[in-house]
C-alpha cells in the first residue's frame, strides 16, 4: 500500500490519499481539485508505477472537498467506480437536493447559534469562494456499512463511523500478513487534532453523541494501525480514540463551566469563550464545535433547549461528567 502525501493549502492541511496496487489498483480519498493537489497525486501515482486510467476503483471516506474533490476528474479519466457511503453519496454526486439541503441546515444554524454580521459574511463568503474545490461530478455507487469493495488484492470493508462527516466510513482490510486488521479512517479519528464534530457536517443529528458511539466501535475493533486523512499513521487507534473521548469529556467540562460562570449564552457566545476569535472555516467549527457539546448537554437534561435569543441555560452546574461523555476502555 502506498501513501501519497498531498499538499492542501485551504483546509486541515497535508491530506493523505492511499493507493492499494494489485489486480484492482484502488484509490483510497482523492484530494482538494486545485492544480497543486492534482499535481500530488499524479506524481505519487506515478511513483508507485500507476498512471490515473490504471485506477479500477476509488473509494471516499467522506464528502468533504479535501477527500472527494478530485474524484470526478479521476473517475472520467480511469472509468472507475467511485464508492461512499451512501449518506454522503448525493453530495459527492452533486445531486443539486443535496446540495440544498445541506445548505439549508448551514443557514439555519448560522442563526440558531447566533453568529454576528460580520464573522457570517466571512464564513459565508469562504465556503461560497471554495464551493469550486469539490470538483467535478462523481457518479457514486452508494456502500452501507459491512459492505466489502474488492480493491488491490484484496477487500476492504465498510465500516460506518458517522460523526464529522455522516456517511463517514473507514475501509478495514488485512494488512501484512499476521499483521492483523488496519483501515483507512479519513477524519474519524486523526493523530494530532481533534476532527471536528458539530460544524464539519451540520446534517448529523446528535453530532457529539453520534461520534462519542464511532469513537466506541473503533476502539472495540482495535485496528492494528489506523491510515487517517491528515498526517501519520496512528499506530494504536483504540488508544488515540480513547484520548480524543477524554477531550471531549474535557471540552463538556469546560461548556459547563462556561454556562455557569456567564449565565445563559448561545452558541456563538460559548464558542468565543472556548476558542478566542475565528476566522475563515473556524467560524463553522469553532460555534459548530459548541452547539455539539450544547446540544448534548440538553439531550441530557444538564441545560435546558435553548430559548427565543438561541440561549442555553444551565439546569445542573455539578453533573457526572464520567456519565455524560463516556470513555472507550482499551487493552493496550
Ligand atoms: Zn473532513
Ligand atoms: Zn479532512
Request: glycine share 10%; proline share 6%.
Amino acid at each position: 500500500m502506498e501513501r501519497i502525501r498531498l499538499g492542501n493549502t485551504v483546509f486541515e492541511g497535508l491530506n493523505n490519499a492511499y493507493l492499494l496496487p494489485g489486480d484492482r489498483p484502488t484509490l483510497v480519498d482523492a484530494g482538494v481539485a486545485t492544480d497543486s493537489v492534482r499535481r500530488d497525486l499524479r506524481e505519487g501515482l506515478d511513483a508507485a508505477g500507476y498512471g490515473v486510467a490504471d485506477l479500477d476503483a476509488i473509494v471516499l471516506t467522506h464528502w468533504h472537498a479535501d477527500h472527494a474533490g478530485l474524484a470526478g476528474e479521476l473517475q472520467a479519466e480511469s472509468g472507475a467506480p467511485v464508492y461512499v457511503h451512501a449518506d454522503d453519496a448525493g453530495i459527492v454526486a452533486g445531486d443539486p437536493d443535496a446540495v440544498a439541503a445541506e445548505r439549508s441546515i448551514r443557514e439555519r444554524r448560522f442563526d440558531e447559534w447566533r453568529i454576528p454580521d460580520e464573522p457570517l459574511a466571512e464564513v459565508t463568503a469562504f465556503l461560497d469562494g471554495h464551493d469550486d474545490l469539490r470538483g467535478d461530478r462523481v457518479d457514486v455507487t452508494p456502500v452501507e456499512d459491512g459492505d466489502r469493495i474488492a480493491a488491490g488484492d484484496g477487500e476492504l470493508e465498510v465500516v460506518h463511523l458517522p460523526g464529522h462527516a455522516a456517511g463517514l466510513s473507514a475501509f478495514a482490510f488485512d494488512g501484512e500478513p499476521g499483521a492483523g486488521r488496519e483501515a483507512f479512517v479519513g477524519d474519524a479519528i486523526l493523530p494530532k487534532y481533534t476532527p471536528n464534530v458539530g460544524g464539519a457536517d451540520l446534517r448529523v443529528d446528535r453530532p457529539l453523541e453520534t461520534y462519542l458511539d464511532s469513537l466506541a466501535r473503533l476502539a472495540a475493533l482495535d485496528f492494528e494501525r489506523a491510515w487517517p486523512g491528515h498526517r501519520d499513521p496512528i499506530s494504536d487507534p483504540a488508544g488515540r480514540a480513547r484520548v480524543i473521548a477524554e477531550h471531549h469529556r474535557e471540552r463538556t467540562e469546560r461548556v459547563v463551566s462556561v454556562l455557569d460562570d456567564h449565565g445563559p449564552a448561545d452558541a456563538w457566545t460559548v464558542s468565543a469563550r472556548l476558542f478566542g476569535d475565528l476566522e475563515a472555516i473556524h467560524i463553522l467549527h469553532g460555534p459548530g464545535e459548541a452547539f455539539a457539546h450544547l446540544d448534548h448537554l440538553v439531550a441530557e437534561g444538564v441545560v435546558a433547549p435553548p430559548d427565543d435569543g438561541g440561549r442555553y441555560e444551565l439546569l445542573d452546574a455539578d453533573p457526572d461528567f464520567d456519565e455524560l461523555v463516556a470513555v472507550p476502555e482499551t487493552k493496550r
